[in-house]
Protein backbone atom coordinates (compact mmCIF):
# COMPACT_ATOMS: atom_id res chain seq x y z
CA UNK A 1 0.00 0.00 0.00
CA UNK A 2 1.79 3.54 -1.11
CA UNK A 3 -0.60 6.20 0.43
CA UNK A 4 1.48 6.64 4.20
CA UNK A 5 -2.49 7.42 5.40
CA UNK A 6 -3.95 3.90 5.21
CA UNK A 7 -2.43 0.57 6.44
CA UNK A 8 -3.24 -3.26 6.49
CA UNK A 9 -2.58 -5.69 9.84
CA UNK A 10 -0.29 -8.29 9.03
CA UNK A 11 -3.14 -10.49 9.28
CA UNK A 12 -4.91 -8.92 6.39
CA UNK A 13 -1.77 -8.25 4.37
CA UNK A 14 -0.96 -12.08 4.70
CA UNK A 15 -4.72 -13.00 4.09
CA UNK A 16 -4.90 -11.19 1.35
CA UNK A 17 -1.40 -12.05 -0.47
CA UNK A 18 -2.69 -15.59 -0.12
CA UNK A 19 -6.04 -14.84 -1.59
CA UNK A 20 -7.70 -16.30 1.01
CA UNK A 21 -11.32 -14.94 1.76
CA UNK A 22 -11.32 -11.79 3.67
CA UNK A 23 -14.74 -9.70 5.07
CA UNK A 24 -14.79 -6.44 5.68
CA UNK A 25 -16.31 -4.90 8.41
CA UNK A 26 -17.51 -0.87 9.31
CA UNK A 27 -17.21 0.39 11.97
CA UNK A 28 -19.96 3.70 12.21
CA UNK A 29 -21.80 0.81 14.18
CA UNK A 30 -19.19 0.58 17.14
CA UNK A 31 -18.45 4.60 16.93
CA UNK A 32 -22.36 6.09 16.53
CA UNK A 33 -24.64 3.27 15.90
CA UNK A 34 -24.72 1.33 18.89
CA UNK A 35 -24.45 2.50 22.64
CA UNK A 36 -21.51 1.09 25.27
CA UNK A 37 -20.79 -1.45 25.68
CA UNK A 38 -23.07 -3.24 23.15
CA UNK A 39 -20.50 -1.70 20.46
CA UNK A 40 -17.37 -3.27 21.77
CA UNK A 41 -19.20 -6.93 22.11
CA UNK A 42 -21.08 -6.80 18.93
CA UNK A 43 -17.32 -5.60 17.28
CA UNK A 44 -16.00 -8.82 19.09
CA UNK A 45 -18.92 -11.08 18.14
CA UNK A 46 -18.94 -9.91 13.94
CA UNK A 47 -15.30 -10.99 14.38
CA UNK A 48 -15.71 -14.11 15.78
CA UNK A 49 -18.77 -15.01 13.39
CA UNK A 50 -16.65 -14.23 10.39
CA UNK A 51 -13.92 -16.78 11.70
CA UNK A 52 -16.23 -18.90 12.97
CA UNK A 53 -17.64 -18.95 8.65
CA UNK A 54 -14.39 -19.51 7.62
CA UNK A 55 -12.90 -16.01 6.56
CA UNK A 56 -10.94 -13.58 8.03
CA UNK A 57 -12.58 -10.19 9.47
CA UNK A 58 -10.89 -6.69 8.52
CA UNK A 59 -12.90 -4.06 10.59
CA UNK A 60 -11.91 -0.76 8.76
CA UNK A 61 -11.46 2.47 11.33
CA UNK A 62 -9.47 5.46 11.47
CA UNK A 63 -7.10 5.62 14.10
CA UNK A 64 -5.24 8.41 15.04
CA UNK A 65 -6.51 9.99 11.69
CA UNK A 66 -4.51 7.05 9.68
CA UNK A 67 -7.00 4.70 8.02
CA UNK A 68 -6.58 0.96 9.17
CA UNK A 69 -7.50 -2.14 7.78
CA UNK A 70 -7.64 -4.80 10.54
CA UNK A 71 -8.20 -4.23 13.89
CA UNK A 72 -6.53 -5.58 16.81
CA UNK A 73 -8.26 -6.33 19.85
CA UNK A 74 -6.84 -3.32 21.82
CA UNK A 75 -7.46 -1.11 18.73
CA UNK A 76 -10.82 -1.96 18.93
CA UNK A 77 -11.25 -1.53 22.28
CA UNK A 78 -9.53 1.94 21.96
CA UNK A 79 -12.20 2.88 18.97
CA UNK A 80 -15.06 1.53 21.48
CA UNK A 81 -13.97 3.68 23.90
CA UNK A 82 -13.13 6.89 22.12
CA UNK A 83 -14.83 10.23 23.12
CA UNK A 84 -14.77 12.27 19.97
CA UNK A 85 -15.37 10.30 16.70
CA UNK A 86 -15.62 11.50 13.70
CA UNK A 87 -18.52 9.66 10.96
CA UNK A 88 -15.71 8.87 8.11
CA UNK A 89 -17.80 9.32 4.76
CA UNK A 90 -16.32 9.81 1.44
CA UNK A 91 -16.14 13.89 2.87
CA UNK A 92 -14.81 13.33 5.82
CA UNK A 93 -11.30 11.05 5.33
CA UNK A 94 -9.20 14.04 4.99
CA UNK A 95 -10.59 15.80 7.71
CA UNK A 96 -9.85 12.75 9.89
CA UNK A 97 -6.38 12.52 8.85
CA UNK A 98 -5.53 16.07 9.09
CA UNK A 99 -6.86 16.26 12.63
CA UNK A 100 -5.39 12.83 13.74
CA UNK A 101 -9.00 11.88 14.87
CA UNK A 102 -10.19 8.54 15.10
CA UNK A 103 -13.42 7.60 13.24
CA UNK A 104 -15.51 4.79 12.37
CA UNK A 105 -15.92 4.64 8.98
CA UNK A 106 -19.70 4.40 7.39
CA UNK A 107 -20.66 1.64 4.76
CA UNK A 108 -19.29 4.18 2.02
CA UNK A 109 -16.22 5.18 3.66
CA UNK A 110 -15.00 1.22 4.42
CA UNK A 111 -16.38 0.56 0.86
CA UNK A 112 -13.86 2.88 -0.24
CA UNK A 113 -10.97 1.73 2.49
CA UNK A 114 -11.72 -1.83 1.09
CA UNK A 115 -11.42 -1.15 -2.41
CA UNK A 116 -8.01 0.56 -1.63
CA UNK A 117 -6.39 -2.23 0.16
CA UNK A 118 -8.41 -5.02 -2.74
CA UNK A 119 -10.81 -6.85 -0.52
CA UNK A 120 -14.30 -7.90 -2.58
CA UNK A 121 -16.95 -8.63 0.58
CA UNK A 122 -18.69 -6.82 2.94
CA UNK A 123 -21.04 -7.00 5.90
CA UNK A 124 -22.80 -4.42 7.71
CA UNK A 125 -26.44 -3.85 9.33
CA UNK A 126 -28.00 -1.74 6.91
CA UNK A 127 -26.83 0.85 4.20
CA UNK A 128 -27.89 4.22 4.44
CA UNK A 129 -30.40 5.82 2.07
CA UNK A 130 -32.79 8.72 0.57
CA UNK A 131 -34.66 9.67 4.40
CA UNK A 132 -37.82 11.62 4.41
CA UNK A 133 -37.39 14.00 7.22
CA UNK A 134 -35.65 16.62 5.09
CA UNK A 135 -35.40 16.99 1.03
CA UNK A 136 -32.12 15.70 -0.21
CA UNK A 137 -30.41 14.09 2.69
CA UNK A 138 -29.40 10.99 0.24
CA UNK A 139 -26.57 8.80 1.98
CA UNK A 140 -23.18 8.26 0.17
CA UNK A 141 -23.71 4.97 0.82
CA UNK A 142 -25.77 5.04 -2.13
CA UNK A 143 -23.10 6.87 -4.30
CA UNK A 144 -20.33 4.22 -3.27
CA UNK A 145 -22.87 1.51 -4.22
CA UNK A 146 -23.34 2.77 -7.53
CA UNK A 147 -19.30 3.24 -8.36
CA UNK A 148 -17.76 0.36 -6.28
CA UNK A 149 -17.35 -2.91 -7.40
CA UNK A 150 -17.92 -4.89 -3.93
CA UNK A 151 -20.56 -7.42 -2.58
CA UNK A 152 -22.24 -5.62 0.17
CA UNK A 153 -24.26 -7.90 2.88
CA UNK A 154 -27.00 -6.23 4.51
CA UNK A 155 -30.39 -6.62 5.95
CA UNK A 156 -31.91 -4.06 3.38
CA UNK A 157 -31.77 -0.17 4.16
CA UNK A 158 -33.24 1.37 7.78
CA UNK A 159 -36.91 1.01 7.72
CA UNK A 160 -36.56 5.02 8.99
CA UNK A 161 -35.94 5.67 5.38
CA UNK A 162 -37.83 6.01 2.34
CA UNK A 163 -37.38 2.93 1.03
CA UNK A 164 -39.67 2.79 -1.74
CA UNK A 165 -37.23 6.29 -2.74
CA UNK A 166 -33.97 4.65 -1.84
CA UNK A 167 -34.77 1.13 -4.28
CA UNK A 168 -35.19 3.95 -7.20
CA UNK A 169 -32.15 5.36 -6.76
CA UNK A 170 -30.16 2.08 -6.42
CA UNK A 171 -32.26 1.17 -9.60
CA UNK A 172 -30.65 3.93 -11.60
CA UNK A 173 -27.29 3.67 -10.54
CA UNK A 174 -27.53 0.16 -12.00
CA UNK A 175 -27.39 -1.95 -8.55
CA UNK A 176 -28.73 -5.12 -8.88
CA UNK A 177 -30.32 -5.81 -5.16
CA UNK A 178 -30.27 -9.48 -4.28
CA UNK A 179 -32.72 -11.00 -1.79
CA UNK A 180 -31.12 -14.08 -0.19
CA UNK A 181 -33.26 -16.62 0.16
CA UNK A 182 -36.55 -14.17 -0.30
CA UNK A 183 -38.17 -12.14 -3.05
CA UNK A 184 -39.16 -9.26 -0.48
CA UNK A 185 -36.61 -6.48 0.16
CA UNK A 186 -36.01 -6.56 3.88
CA UNK A 187 -36.65 -3.59 6.24
CA UNK A 188 -34.10 -4.06 8.44
CA UNK A 189 -35.99 -4.96 11.52
CA UNK A 190 -39.03 -6.19 9.96
CA UNK A 191 -38.37 -9.29 7.09
CA UNK A 192 -41.21 -7.60 4.94
CA UNK A 193 -41.39 -4.27 3.30
CA UNK A 194 -43.96 -5.02 0.75
CA UNK A 195 -41.38 -3.83 -2.17
CA UNK A 196 -39.46 -6.03 -4.58
CA UNK A 197 -36.01 -7.11 -4.95
CA UNK A 198 -34.24 -7.58 -8.41
CA UNK A 199 -33.34 -10.81 -8.00
CA UNK A 200 -33.30 -13.63 -5.45
CA UNK A 201 -30.70 -16.76 -5.07
CA UNK A 202 -30.44 -18.95 -2.55
CA UNK A 203 -26.93 -19.90 -1.68
CA UNK A 204 -23.80 -18.22 -0.75
CA UNK A 205 -22.30 -19.74 -4.73
CA UNK A 206 -24.90 -18.55 -6.23
CA UNK A 207 -24.54 -14.85 -5.21
CA UNK A 208 -20.50 -15.26 -5.68
CA UNK A 209 -21.85 -16.57 -9.29
CA UNK A 210 -23.59 -13.46 -9.93
CA UNK A 211 -21.63 -10.80 -8.99
CA UNK A 212 -18.63 -12.33 -11.05
CA UNK A 213 -21.01 -12.96 -14.10
CA UNK A 214 -21.97 -8.85 -13.54
CA UNK A 215 -18.56 -7.76 -13.15
CA UNK A 216 -17.31 -9.73 -16.33
CA UNK A 217 -19.41 -7.85 -18.07
CA UNK A 218 -17.72 -4.44 -17.40
CA UNK A 219 -19.84 -3.30 -14.61
CA UNK A 220 -18.45 -1.44 -11.77
CA UNK A 221 -21.40 -1.41 -9.50
CA UNK A 222 -22.02 -3.11 -6.43
CA UNK A 223 -24.17 -6.20 -6.10
CA UNK A 224 -26.14 -5.62 -2.72
CA UNK A 225 -27.53 -8.67 -1.02
CA UNK A 226 -30.33 -7.98 1.34
CA UNK A 227 -30.57 -11.09 3.79
CA UNK A 228 -33.77 -10.59 6.43
CA UNK A 229 -33.28 -10.61 10.06
CA UNK A 230 -34.11 -14.47 11.90
CA UNK A 231 -37.40 -14.59 12.15
CA UNK A 232 -36.96 -15.19 16.00
CA UNK A 233 -35.26 -11.93 16.43
CA UNK A 234 -37.77 -10.09 13.67
CA UNK A 235 -40.17 -7.11 14.78
CA UNK A 236 -43.12 -6.44 12.72
CA UNK A 237 -43.40 -4.11 10.37
CA UNK A 238 -47.03 -3.37 11.69
CA UNK A 239 -44.91 -2.95 15.21
CA UNK A 240 -42.33 -0.93 13.81
CA UNK A 241 -44.34 1.95 11.68
CA UNK A 242 -45.72 3.83 14.23
CA UNK A 243 -42.36 4.02 16.64
CA UNK A 244 -40.26 4.81 13.35
CA UNK A 245 -42.94 7.58 12.95
CA UNK A 246 -42.61 8.61 15.98
CA UNK A 247 -39.16 8.90 16.24
CA UNK A 248 -38.94 10.82 12.84
CA UNK A 249 -41.62 13.70 14.27
CA UNK A 250 -39.03 14.06 16.85
CA UNK A 251 -36.04 14.54 14.63
CA UNK A 252 -37.91 16.87 12.80
CA UNK A 253 -38.93 19.04 15.80
CA UNK A 254 -35.78 19.04 16.93
CA UNK A 255 -34.08 20.21 13.91
CA UNK A 256 -31.79 16.66 13.69
CA UNK A 257 -30.39 16.44 10.35
CA UNK A 258 -27.04 15.71 8.29
CA UNK A 259 -24.76 12.90 9.94
CA UNK A 260 -26.82 13.29 13.24
CA UNK A 261 -29.97 12.67 11.88
CA UNK A 262 -29.44 7.92 11.73
CA UNK A 263 -27.37 7.86 15.43
CA UNK A 264 -30.63 9.90 16.23
CA UNK A 265 -33.22 7.49 15.40
CA UNK A 266 -31.26 4.36 16.24
CA UNK A 267 -30.91 5.18 19.65
CA UNK A 268 -34.65 6.70 19.66
CA UNK A 269 -36.35 3.19 18.49
CA UNK A 270 -34.15 2.04 20.78
CA UNK A 271 -35.57 3.40 23.16
CA UNK A 272 -39.08 3.40 22.38
CA UNK A 273 -38.90 -0.31 21.54
CA UNK A 274 -37.64 -1.40 25.33
CA UNK A 275 -34.19 -2.10 23.74
CA UNK A 276 -36.02 -5.04 21.53
CA UNK A 277 -34.60 -2.94 18.29
CA UNK A 278 -31.37 -3.10 19.77
CA UNK A 279 -31.10 -6.86 20.36
CA UNK A 280 -32.90 -7.34 16.62
CA UNK A 281 -29.98 -4.89 15.62
CA UNK A 282 -27.38 -6.69 16.74
CA UNK A 283 -28.95 -10.02 15.53
CA UNK A 284 -29.18 -8.92 11.71
CA UNK A 285 -25.45 -7.91 12.12
CA UNK A 286 -24.13 -11.18 13.05
CA UNK A 287 -26.40 -12.96 10.81
CA UNK A 288 -24.98 -10.90 8.13
CA UNK A 289 -21.38 -11.44 8.84
CA UNK A 290 -21.74 -15.15 8.70
CA UNK A 291 -23.70 -15.04 5.24
CA UNK A 292 -20.82 -12.12 3.87
CA UNK A 293 -17.62 -15.23 5.23
CA UNK A 294 -19.45 -17.93 3.59
CA UNK A 295 -20.08 -15.67 0.33
CA UNK A 296 -15.99 -14.97 0.43
CA UNK A 297 -15.53 -18.84 0.87
CA UNK A 298 -16.62 -19.15 -2.65
CA UNK A 299 -15.47 -16.49 -3.82
CA UNK A 300 -12.08 -17.87 -2.97
CA UNK A 301 -13.17 -21.10 -4.28
CA UNK A 302 -13.50 -19.59 -8.19
CA UNK A 303 -10.31 -18.08 -7.76
CA UNK A 304 -8.40 -21.22 -6.89
CA UNK A 305 -10.57 -22.98 -9.76
CA UNK A 306 -9.20 -20.13 -12.62
CA UNK A 307 -5.80 -20.39 -11.39
CA UNK A 308 -5.70 -24.40 -11.67
N1 LIG B 1 -27.05 0.78 10.13
C1 LIG B 1 -27.06 0.54 11.47
N2 LIG B 1 -26.30 1.31 12.26
C2 LIG B 1 -25.51 2.29 11.75
C3 LIG B 1 -25.49 2.54 10.34
C4 LIG B 1 -26.29 1.75 9.59
O1 LIG B 1 -27.74 -0.33 11.94
O2 LIG B 1 -24.82 2.93 12.52
C5 LIG B 1 -24.57 3.57 9.76
C6 LIG B 1 -23.83 2.96 8.56
O3 LIG B 1 -22.45 3.13 8.77
C7 LIG B 1 -24.30 3.74 7.37
C8 LIG B 1 -24.58 5.08 8.00
O4 LIG B 1 -23.33 3.83 6.37
O5 LIG B 1 -25.22 4.73 9.24
C9 LIG B 1 -25.45 5.94 7.12
O6 LIG B 1 -25.41 7.25 7.60
P1 LIG B 1 -26.02 8.45 6.73
O7 LIG B 1 -27.48 8.12 6.68
O8 LIG B 1 -25.73 9.71 7.51
O9 LIG B 1 -25.35 8.39 5.41
MN1 LIG C 1 -27.41 11.72 5.30
Request: charged letters at 25%.
Amino acid sequence: MKNPNISLSPEISRALDLGAPVVALESTVITHGLPRPQNLELARDMEKHVRDSGATPATIALLDGKIRIGLSDLELVRLSESESTLKVSHRDFATAIVKRMNGGTTVAGTMFASQMAGIKVFATGGIGGVHKESSFDISTDLRALAEIPMIVVCAGAKAILDLPATLEYLETMGVPVVGYQTDEFPAFYSRESGLDVSVRLDSPKDVADFAQAHWKLGMRSAVLVTNPVPETESIPKSEMEPIISKASAEAIEKGIHGQALTPFLLSRISELTDGKSLRTNLALLLNNARLAARIAGEMREKKKIRSA
